[in-house]
Structures are given as structure tokens and as C-alpha cells.
């Protein structure tokens, strides 16, 4: 009785031990199956199709910043995205471009937080990356009117893919660095003044703003379409074919400063602002902040520090006139 006793319980032991076992190795399972996720990482590195923008997250860092648990809102380029990229900026391969620029143009299709399409609306907001001519947060372009469009440039095509930690929207194009001429020619507010800035053939001003070299960065007070529309009627004027070529020219270079990125946190009230025409207009900080130009006409400034890799925007109602 003893030792049929004693047996039964190392048989009981025994069945305990292996039923722990069973169970330890079940939750082991369980936890293989829990920790397995679906991060943006994950999500590039499954999809063949965006084996470039993956190859650009790891040759630049920003692969663990994207595998984390901070959330993220990324505009995804394809492998075609990526080869069109390349060649416009010939480059044979990503190994050419060099890695802090190729950081910054990835960074330029990430958002902080988590954006669904449905909360996007046509207006400016702030890229995660920064200039490399200034160090500023640069701004982005969206026009919802027929989609979503990014800077004029991209265009999204699969919205609201949710991964672990964030959405993604598929686009069609690489969003590159903007420079001034970038949002001038997205945002249809300056139809007019892209009009008059290549209205002539000699005409070097687009040329100048695409720069990112000397004489960069600009500050462009921008007037709008209302602005130039306001303009022709104050010269009686039917359309911008009818402004003389070196007033129009005159006119353009007294909203561009060059060798400084002005930002509105650098505007003092009463502020004399020197301008390639040679000549200045005073800044007046009240509400509205105002410009006051040679011939003493107000222009209110309706939005500013619209942040291009080259300089800034500012957004003014009036175009201005030098003496």
C-alpha cells in the first residue's frame, strides 16, 4: 500500500509537471502570436513594391524611428516613385544620394501623429523635416479639392493603410524638398504672380528661387491673385500684358529679399526691409501686421512663415510698388 501510495503520487506529480509544461508551452505560443506586429517597418518590408523606400529607410536610420511605438503618418512613394526620383536628380541609385539629403526628403513625407485622409484640408502644414539651406521646419502643401495632392507634386493613391503604430497613404511621386517656386506653382493663390514672374522670355526670377545656393534663402512677400486683380484696376489696367516690362520687373524684385530667411519671429515693429529693388518697405506690427511700401500703400500680411527649403512665404493682399 505504501509504495502503490508513493507511486501514485509521482504519477500525479508527473501529470502536474506535464500539464504546467503543456500550458508554459501554449503561452509561450500565445506570446509568439501577441508580439508580432505590423509597424510601418513591417509593413514597407512586406510589400515588394516599396523595397526602395525600405532600402532608403535603413541606409539612412530612419527605420528604427519608424519601428517604434511613437506614432507616425507616412505619404509612402513606390518603387516607380522612387526610380523617376532618381533619374530627375540623376542619380543611377540610392547608394549616390547623399544620405543627410536622402534623411530629409524621406522626413518630408512623415507626419507626427496619426492623420486619416479625412482630416486633411487644403492649406500648409509642417513636414518633420528641415532645410538644409536653414535648419527651419519645412512647410507642405495640400490641396484636397480633387483628392490629396502633396506640393503639386504628389498625388495619393491607397489612403489610410493603419499599421501598428500609425497610417499610411500610398502616393504616386517622391515629395522632394520645396523650394519657393515649389508653392508658388502648387497653391493656386499665386496663379497670377507665376504668371508675371515668366511673362518674359529673359525673365530670370524662376530660375533664381529654384536656387539653394547664393544668393539664398529669400523672404518673398507673395501677393495673391486678388492682389494682382486689385493692382490692375488701381493702374486701369485691363491685364498684366499692359504693365511695362521694367515696372513689372521693378515690381517682382521689390517682394524678394535675398541672403535671409525672415521668418515672422524676426519682424520688429516699424522694421525697415531692404528688397532686390534696391529699395526698402517698413514692416508694422499691429493687428493686422501691415507693409507699408514707398508710395505709402498699406498691404496686409494674411499668412506667414510658409517655409521652403530655399527661404520663406509670406502672403500678403496688396501688391506692393517701389518708389
Do not use: W
Not at 524611428?65 to 522612387?82: I, Q, R, S
Amino acid at each position: 500500500m505504501k509504495t502503490f501510495s508513493k507511486l501514485g503520487k509521482i504519477t500525479a506529480a508527473a501529470l502536474l509537471f506535464f500539464s504546467f509544461a503543456y500550458c508554459s508551452d501554449d503561452d509561450d505560443a500565445m506570446r509568439d502570436v501577441e508580439v508580432k506586429s505590423n509597424t510601418i517597418v513591417d509593413f514597407v518590408a512586406a510589400n515588394d513594391n516599396y523595397s526602395s523606400l525600405g532600402a532608403a529607410l535603413e541606409v539612412t536610420g530612419l527605420n528604427a524611428t519608424l519601428d517604434g511605438t511613437t506614432n507616425f503618418t507616412v505619404f509612402a512613394p513606390d518603387n516607380d516613385a522612387f526610380a523617376a526620383f532618381l533619374s530627375a536628380n540623376n542619380f543611377s541609385s540610392l547608394n549616390e544620394v547623399p544620405t543627410e539629403l536622402l534623411r530629409q526628403v524621406l522626413l518630408n513625407h512623415v507626419q507626427s501623429g496619426e492623420i486619416m485622409s479625412s482630416a486633411l484640408s487644403t492649406g500648409y502644414i509642417e513636414s518633420m523635416a528641415t532645410s538644409t539651406v536653414t535648419g527651419e521646419k519645412l512647410s507642405m502643401y495640400i490641396n484636397t479639392e480633387s483628392g490629396v495632392s502633396i506640393n503639386g507634386v504628389a498625388n495619393v493613391v491607397s489612403a489610410d493603410i493603419e499599421v501598428d503604430n500609425g497610417i499610411i497613404h500610398a502616393v504616386d511621386e517622391v515629395i522632394g524638398l520645396p523650394d519657393i517656386t515649389t508653392f508658388a506653382t502648387a497653391d493656386p493663390t499665386f496663379e497670377i504672380l507665376v504668371a508675371a514672374l515668366t511673362r518674359e522670355d529673359d525673365f530670370t526670377f524662376v530660375q533664381t528661387l529654384m536656387s539653394s545656393s547664393s544668393p539664398a534663402p529669400f523672404t518673398v512677400f507673395a501677393p495673391t491673385n486678388d492682389a494682382f486683380v486689385a493692382l490692375l484696376g488701381e493702374l486701369e489696367m485691363s491685364s498684366l500684358a499692359d504693365i511695362p516690362t521694367d515696372v513689372l520687373s521693378a515690381t517682382l524684385t521689390y517682394h524678394v529679399v535675398a541672403g535671409a530667411n525672415v521668418t515672422s519671429g524676426d519682424l520688429t515693429d516699424q522694421m525697415e526691409v531692404s528688397t532686390l529693388a534696391n529699395q526698402s518697405f517698413t514692416v508694422n506690427l499691429g493687428d493686422p501686421v501691415t507693409i507699408v511700401d514707398a508710395n505709402g500703400r498699406p498691404s496686409t500680411v494674411l499668412a506667414t512663415d510658409v517655409q521652403a527649403n530655399n527661404g520663406v512665404i509670406h502672403v500678403i493682399n496688396t501688391v506692393l510698388l517701389p518708389e
